[in-house]
């Protein structure tokens, strides 16, 4: 799910735990955990609802002042359902901020790790990609995604897709301006700089 920039920290701070959104498909499911710009979130319940069975305090727990002011900013979209999704901030750590702390790496994670690459590079259409993008963060820790992609000779917005899956792995970190790589990156980096090392 995705909220506009004034709700990243009420939802954060757990001041709001509702949502509406008009879908052609429900795009979310009650008891799974979404990645969002506020935090992860767990999605308690989700259903139709007519516009004007919506209440103040739905409306307040959306982030809006009532009813009629929720009501008047929700779009049209050609008579599409309307969504209420009640949800809550899951406070526990980011399994990715774990992962990519862990710098311990075995033998058979290196492996590991390395199938995934050599999955996602025979995936893309680009050809292989996950190798050098990698030392190449490493080489330019804080460049910007644009400079980055466009030393690939490709468009900014698929390379940073594609440094999300990396990201997603723990191998990378997301900085202000810029990437990095992780403690596990770094080390799986240094693993392959090894004599003898098998990638």
């Known amino acids: 799910m995705r909220f506009l920039k004034q709700y990243w920290q009420p939802v954060a701070d757990g001041q709001v735990t509702m949502a509406f959104r008009r879908w052609k498909t429900q795009q979310v499911l ?6 969002t710009a506020a935090g992860i979130i767990e999605v308690d319940e ?3 609802i007519d516009a004007s069975d ?11 002042a009532d009813a009629a002011s929720l009501v008047s900013d929700l ?3 050609d008579g599409l359902p309307l969504y209420r999704v009640r949800f809550h901030i899951v406070t526990e750590p980011d399994p990715r901020t774990l992962l990519a702390e862990n710098d311990q790496l075995t033998p058979e994670e290196i492996s590991q790790i390395s199938r995934r690459l050599d999955r996602l590079d025979r995936a893309s259409s680009h050809g292989p990609w996950t190798r ?3 030392q190449a963060i490493a080489a330019n820790p804080g460049r910007r995604a644009p400079d980055l ?3 690939f000779g490709r468009e900014t917005q698929p390379f ?8 997603n792995m723990g191998l990378t970190l997301s900085l202000r301006v810029g990437y990095r790589l992780s403690p596990r990156g770094e080390a799986l980096l240094r693993r392959w700089d090894e004599p003898h090392s098998s990638q």
């Open 160 to 167: 940073k897709t594609d440094v999300r899956k990396l990201k």
């Open 30 to 35: 009650a008891g799974r955990r979404y990645r």
């Open 46 to 48: 989700v259903g139709v």
């Open 54 to 64: 919506i209440d103040d305090d739905e409306a307040r727990a959306a982030g809006h």
């Open 75 to 77: 779009p049209e979209r």
């Open 132 to 134: 050098a993008v990698l």
């Open 149 to 151: 992609a466009q030393w």
